[in-house]
């Protein structure tokens, strides 16, 4: 047997631990360099932090035969202070060694986890401008669609509307009717389908001008007046207002909430009937804004309690079968709750299924004094001599249209066939007006009106109006940019964009 005396100095003598202290630090190195490749794959490996470390292994271990060389010559030491001493030099080595290699480890995990952060961040800044190119090519292609649909369908709704004031039999007026009906629905679909693109970028604006509720409510009955009683449906309306009451807002969105709300509470109501309720609260204390509250209640079937949570997202309906039983897109509700939204208003509903549904909206609106509302509410101008109006349009059904619109009205149009006839027309002739389409070959209508505008002689500017399909993003700006006066959206609204005219002109129009 041998002692403990004699394995130590076994040990010492053959340097076994300084042996495995190397074996270690390799298959430790190796071992730690293939998991750093798995984990950093592509990456810089941290080599001279290993080649450092190896360095310090090795010089722990020259050291520590140094030092037992050294201590041999003290014959007053014994082996286990020769093999403590080589333990403290070697283990010293191992640490710094050790030391070294996980912070080169560290090192280069750091600098791997911010590259793929650099390369996180680039994917995030591709996808962001790949999310915008969609944005702008939905945009152009909604753009484009909308003027494709409204630019004939403005003439369908157009002619519908001249057909009206001819004579008719019962039977004719009742196609002509349900054709002009079906019209308006179409156009409000389109619309809608528009302003949620809009409204989800931003890019919905609100007029800001004087409007009568009262007269918009009799006028949004008076359109689904015919399809109430198609229905057996009563339609009734009750209002509250000062009178007459004059406020300053968008008199086209306070419609369209109008409109969705009774479209939807006709199509839910298979008898009884509507009702909208209009009452207005006046403004207090230092508030320059009152509160005018639309109420539309039917005795419709009801909003089932567990999808009432929904009501107001898109696509929804009342019931899973409603798509087939009621028909619609889903889309009114939720255009109406954004639609309130942006003007600062509130909008609720109560619902009891069976027995029928409330929906109420509030919005804050400044009221307008009746002596202090503008020309546009003053009834029509009467003039010497029938206006000169330039249309100009490249598609002949347009120019038709607005011919016999104009002239049914007291106007004397002239047509020019795009933009170079015009700008040619307008140089030789004055006009009182001009109605430029915008979308034209060759010279499109800012070109045209840059080019009239320039040609003006001086204290004199023709009103030129834009006459478009186009719902595209900066349209407007874009119009008056190039010296245009306003700018107008087909399907054009023939009585309203008749008072339109005599508001842009004034009476009586000098001699030309």
């Not at 070294?100 to 962001?128: D, I, M, N, P, V």
């Not at 409109?259 to 839910?268: E, Q």
């Not at 028909?327 to 639609?339: F, K, P, V």
């Amino acid at each position: 047997m041998h002692s403990a005396s004699d394995l130590l100095r076994f040990l010492v003598a053959w340097r076994l631990d300084v042996l495995a202290l190397f074996v270690v630090a390799a298959v430790g190195a190796l071992g730690c360099r293939r998991w750093l490749r798995r984990q950093a794959a592509g990456v810089d490996q941290p080599t001279a932090g290993f080649a450092i470390a190896f360095l310090l292994l090795l010089v722990g271990g020259f050291a520590a035969e140094a030092a037992t060389r050294m201590l041999t010559s003290a014959a007053s030491l014994g082996t286990e202070a020769h093999l403590l001493c080589r333990l403290v030099v070697l283990g010293s080595a191992a640490f710094a060694a050790g030391l070294t290699a996980w912070t080169s480890t560290r090192l280069a995990l750091l600098r791997a986890q911010l590259r793929r952060q650099g390369l996180l961040e680039q994917e995030l800044q591709a996808a962001k401008l790949a999310s915008d190119e969609a944005s702008r090519a939905k945009s152009d292609f909604l753009a484009v669609v909308s003027h494709e649909i409204r630019t004939p369908l403005n003439a369908v709704m157009g002619f519908a509307r001249l057909l009206a004031d001819t004579r008719l039999d019962s039977v004719q007026r009742g196609y002509l009717t349900t054709i002009s009906s079906e019209g308006d629905r179409l156009a409000g679909l389109i619309n809608d389908i528009l302003d949620l693109t809009r409204i989800e970028s931003g890019q919905l604006a609100l007029e800001r001008v004087p409007f009568s509720p009262a007269d918009i409510a009799h006028e949004v009955l008076k359109l689904f007046s015919a399809r109430a009683t198609e229905a057996r449906l009563e339609l009734r309306f009750e209002a509250q207002l000062a009178d007459p009451l004059l406020v300053t807002g968008d008199p086209a969105r306070f419609r369209q909430l109008l409109v969705n709300l009774i479209d939807n509470a006709l199509k839910f109501t298979p008898a009884g009937s509507v009702t909208l309720f209009l009452t207005w609260t006046a403004p207090r204390n230092r508030d320059p804004h009152g509160r005018l509250t639309a109420r539309v209640r039917d005795t419709g079937i009801g909003i089932p309690p567990e999808k009432q949570g929904k009501i107001f997202q898109l696509f929804s309906q009342a019931d899973s079968s409603s798509n087939r039983s009621y028909g619609g897109a889903g889309l009114g509700l939720a255009i109406c709750q954004r639609l309130v939204k942006l003007m600062d208003g509130e909008i609720t509903f109560t619902s009891v299924r069976g027995q029928g549904s409330e929906f109420r909206f509030s919005l804050p609106l400044a009221p307008l004094e009746l002596a202090a509302a503008p020309a546009c509410l003053a009834p029509e101008p009467s003039f010497a001599r029938p206006p000169r109006v330039l249309v100009v349009d490249d598609l002949e059904t347009n120019r038709f249209l607005l011919e016999v619109f104009l002239r049914r009205h007291g106007f004397e149009p002239e047509l020019a066939r795009g933009g170079e006839e015009a700008v040619q027309l307008a140089g030789a002739r004055h006009y009182d007006a001009i109605l430029m389409d915008l979308q034209m070959p060759e010279v499109d209508g800012y070109l045209a009106t840059a080019r009239i505008r320039a040609a003006e002689p001086p204290g004199r500017r023709t009103p030129i109006i834009a006459l478009t399909a186009s719902l595209a993003k900066g349209t407007r700006e874009k119009c008056l940019a190039a010296g245009m006066d306003e700018h107008l959206t087909k399907p054009i609204d023939l009585p309203k964009f008749r008072r339109f005219l005599h508001s842009m002109l004034e009476a009586p129009v000098a001699a030309g």
